[in-house]
């Protein structure tokens, strides 16, 4: 194969894969297409570099590696406004977790990873937990009377607005010593104790991407 001929091969496959770029950008790019493309681009970029001292085309080989370069810029445009297992809704992400923990526990692991256990926030927050639920079950969220029995707090310190009461199963001013913790059920929140296991939900803002 000449020359000019090997290196309309490599420019060939550069197009191909800044298309399917050029496709994805548009969406959520799963982690997964974001590797593949990667490795594409290193494929690409190794065979160059195999070519570049086999043959003196040096004039063609310049413009693969412009076109290399403004690849290199793309792939690294990718973006998720958040991390693979976590979930987007209205400017945040959200992570649901797959093991069992403690009120307390529950919220470490979240401060671990850079968020807070659920603080909810709006109706339509509310709404989209409650599909959630659907699926996990019971859910552990960031409110509690720990402090203080019966003032319901968030774990950010503000108090719960009134407004949010009407999602309580069975909601008393009085509250229950041993039940200081709140919960997602299927009709809206409901207090347990809080070393009982269950599932959790952390929440954390999401990454801007760019639009470009």
């Not at 086999?54 to 076109?67: F, S």
């Not at 959200?94 to 470490?108: E, Q, V």
């Not at 927050?125 to 859910?139: N, P, W």
């Not at 919960?183 to 803002?205: I, M, P, R, Y």
């Amino acid at each position: 194969m000449s020359c000019s001929q090997d290196n309309q091969h490599i420019y060939n496959e550069i197009t191909e894969v800044k298309a399917e770029i050029g496709c994805s950008r548009h969406g959520l790019v799963p982690l997964v297409l974001q590797l593949l493309f990667l490795i594409l681009f290193s494929a690409v970029f190794v065979a160059f570099l195999l070519q570049a001292p086999k043959v003196p085309c040096t004039q063609d080989q310049a413009e693969i590696y412009q076109e290399l370069m403004q690849l290199k810029l793309r792939v690294d445009l990718l973006c998720r406004p958040c991390s693979w297992d976590w979930i987007f809704f209205r400017g945040n992400c959200y992570f649901f977790s797959i093991t069992k923990r403690n009120w307390t526990d529950s919220l470490i692991a979240c401060q671990e990873v850079g968020a807070q256990l659920i603080i909810i926030e709006s109706y339509e927050e509310q709404d989209f937990l409650l599909k959630m639920y659907k699926i996990k079950g019971r859910l552990w969220i960031g409110l509690s009377d720990m402090k203080h029995e019966g003032s319901w707090q968030w774990v950010n310190g503000s108090s719960l607005s009134p407004s949010f009461k009407k999602y309580w199963t069975l909601w008393k001013n009085e509250g229950h010593s041993e039940k200081d913790c709140a919960e997602l059920t299927d009709h809206g929140w409901s207090e347990d104790n809080c070393k009982t296991k269950k599932f959790w939900v952390c929440k954390k803002s999401s990454v801007s991407c760019p639009n470009n």
